[in-house]
């Protein structure tokens, strides 16, 4: 194994978490000692992820697991071995939501670095986290990518949550998603991370007429290539919904020319936005919205309008673009923060006295985003230092999460 860690709470069992899937690296918990594994690479590639099954079934042999850990995604290459290997060691398999594994990433680290942590008890009655990224399966079955959520502690509430916001994979824990980015649709599904243009014709079609939605797409589409992905968006054939920060900021670096319409490599587009940056405008108004209606199955307080964000950067697109860029990823992080400072607030407090938002965990992704990242530390909130913030961290944050619940 690669680095190993104590962790101050120490339980009798070994557990095995298998981590998300475009980095594989799974994680060993033996009695107090936290194991991680090197990153194997993204394990939809057949050779990967045959090197990181072999390392994986190594290791059961040196010790049986008790629990073996995965995301929650069906799909992915590491949550059908997760399956597969509990069967066969009759062991259980608890999937951990995407984003939860990583704010629980970030949880971990601060308890690795703080030297003021009690250690009889590790989390604090309440605290947030704010997630962000590309890709994460929801609970709702769409893919997430720019979450808030609400943790508390069962032991020191008496309440009786019937949330429908609320997380019931939780034992001693209450997770509720406060907030998120607004929805929007992926035309083609993954594809539109493979072309951001596509996100782009859907975003831009909220609020444009067909004409013009063409005129800002046409040097990404032929006309008849245009025809049809927006038959398809009006159809919703092939379409998923998102609320990923990733989709949103790799559609700006493409409708600024900073990216093409393509993906070579994993957050691509988003990094060629930050590299272009420099000082944000301070003339656009956060638009954070009380949905009107239930977002499917989870009741969401607060959501962050994206769609009001295209309209302000096409109506400055004559404006320096560098700036825009960074207008753009400060939106986002300021609408990150102030859902979550809205939240602390004290019951019919309409005045906060304090700017910071201390027990605020940033992870995802995104959080290497140097331009947000920066934003939110500078109110308080914390990121990894040691542990990986992107998909590398999610092994680690799903044993921290199950040890703590």
């Given amino acids: 194994m690669k680095k190993t860690f104590h962790f101050p709470k120490k339980e009798k069992l070994c557990i095995l978490s298998l981590g998300a899937e475009s980095a594989g690296r799974f994680v060993v918990y033996d009695n107090g000692k936290i194991s991680i594994s090197e990153n194997f690479g993204d394990l939809i590639e057949e050779n990967n992820f045959k090197t990181f099954k072999k390392a994986v079934l190594s290791q059961i042999k040196t010790k ?3 629990v073996i850990l995965t995301d929650l995604h069906p799909l992915y290459n590491s949550t ?3 399956h597969k290997l509990s069967e066969k060691l009759k062991v259980s398999h608890i999937k951990v939501q995407h984003h939860i594994a990583h704010i629980f990433s970030a949880v971990g680290n601060y308890i690795f670095e703080s030297k003021a942590v009690d250690k009889n008890n590790l989390l604090p009655d309440t605290f947030y986290g704010i997630a962000s990224d590309g890709t994460g399966y929801g609970f709702d079955g769409n893919i997430w990518g720019g979450e808030v959520f609400k ?15 609320q997380i019931n994979n939780s034992q001693n824990l209450i997770i509720q998603r406060i907030g998120s980015l607004e929805e929007q649709t992926m035309i083609g599904g993954d594809l539109a991370v493979k072309e951001p243009a596509r996100m782009l014709i859907s975003i831009l079609s909220k609020f444009l007429s067909k004409e013009k939605v063409y005129i800002n797409v046409k040097k990404f589409y032929t006309k008849n290539e245009f025809e049809l992905l927006f038959s398809q968006l009006q159809q ?4 998923q919904k998102t609320t990923s920060t990733g989709r949103i900021l790799d559609t700006v670096s493409v409708l600024f020319g900073f990216a093409k319409n393509e993906r070579k490599s994993k957050h691509e587009a988003t990094k060629f936005l930050e590299e272009n940056s420099t000082i944000p405008y301070k003339d656009y108004k956060l638009q954070i919205k009380n ?4 977002l499917r199955s989870y009741e969401l307080q607060k959501v962050l309008d994206t769609t009001y964000l295209f309209k302000h ?12 860029a960074a207008t753009a990823q400060e939106y986002i992080a300021k609408g990150f923060y102030e859902i979550v400072k809205e939240a602390k607030l004290p019951a019919r407090s309409l005045i906060s006295t304090s700017k910071n938002i201390p027990n605020t965990y940033f992870a995802g992704g995104m959080a290497n985003n140097k331009n947000i990242s920066s934003y939110l530390e500078n109110k308080g909130v914390y990121t990894s230092k040691k542990i990986p913030r992107g998909d590398e961290g999610i092994a680690f944050g799903q044993i921290v999460f199950y040890i703590l619940n």
Wanted: glycine share 2%.
């Fill in 64 to 66: 049986k697991p008790n």
């Fill in 80 to 82: 059908i071995l997760g």
């Fill in 151 to 165: 943790i508390e502690s069962q032991k020191s509430k008496v309440e009786n949550y019937n949330s429908k916001s």
């Fill in 236 to 239: 919703n054939f092939n379409c």
């Fill in 291 to 294: 949905p009107a209606c239930k």
């Fill in 313 to 324: 950067l096409l109506k400055n697109i004559d404006k320096d673009k560098r700036r825009l």
